[in-house]
């Protein structure tokens, strides 16, 4: 059974880094299209950044371009979500979903995509002086 489990949340300031782990078991992440997304208090889930089962291709929401990395470690079967420069409004719970095949290269699954699985209980982030 495909299962994820997200850790390495907490409270940083403003400005500050965090790195989020999505351990991956039942499965490899090498072999799915693996997706990270958030969701803030009152909003609903986004998608923040994916990458393709080759690893070839990651995708980015406009308002991390810039600041978040994606990568995966095929030895941990874990992937990561590198956050630089946090601001407040980065604050949410973070999961992270895998999915067999997706164009990564284009665009990253939305959140309602029906073949996403593997729904974590997130780690929360909280962006915070």
């Known amino acids: 059974q495909l299962q994820l489990v997200e850790s390495g949340g907490g409270l940083v300031q403003p400005g500050g880094s965090l790195r989020l782990s999505c351990a991956a078991s039942?499965?490899?992440?090498?072999?799915?299209?693996m997706g990270w997304f958030r969701q803030a208090p009152g909003k609903e889930r986004e998608g923040v950044s994916c990458?393709?089962?080759?690893?070839?291709?990651?995708n980015y929401a406009d308002s991390v371009k810039g600041r978040f990395t994606i990568s995966r470690d095929k030895a941990k079967n874990t992937v990561y979500l590198q956050m630089n420069s946090l601001k407040p409004e980065d604050t949410a719970v973070y999961y992270c979903?895998?999915?067999?095949?997706?164009?990564?290269?284009?665009?990253?699954?939305?959140?309602?995509?029906?073949?996403?699985?593997?729904w974590g209980q997130g780690t929360l982030v909280t962006v915070s002086s």
């Open positions: 979903a895998a999915t067999k095949w997706y164009p990564v290269a284009a665009m990253c699954p939305p959140p309602g995509y029906r073949y996403l699985e593997g």
């Open positions: 039942g499965f490899t992440v090498n072999d799915y299209a």
């Open positions: 990458i393709s089962s080759s690893g070839d291709s990651t």
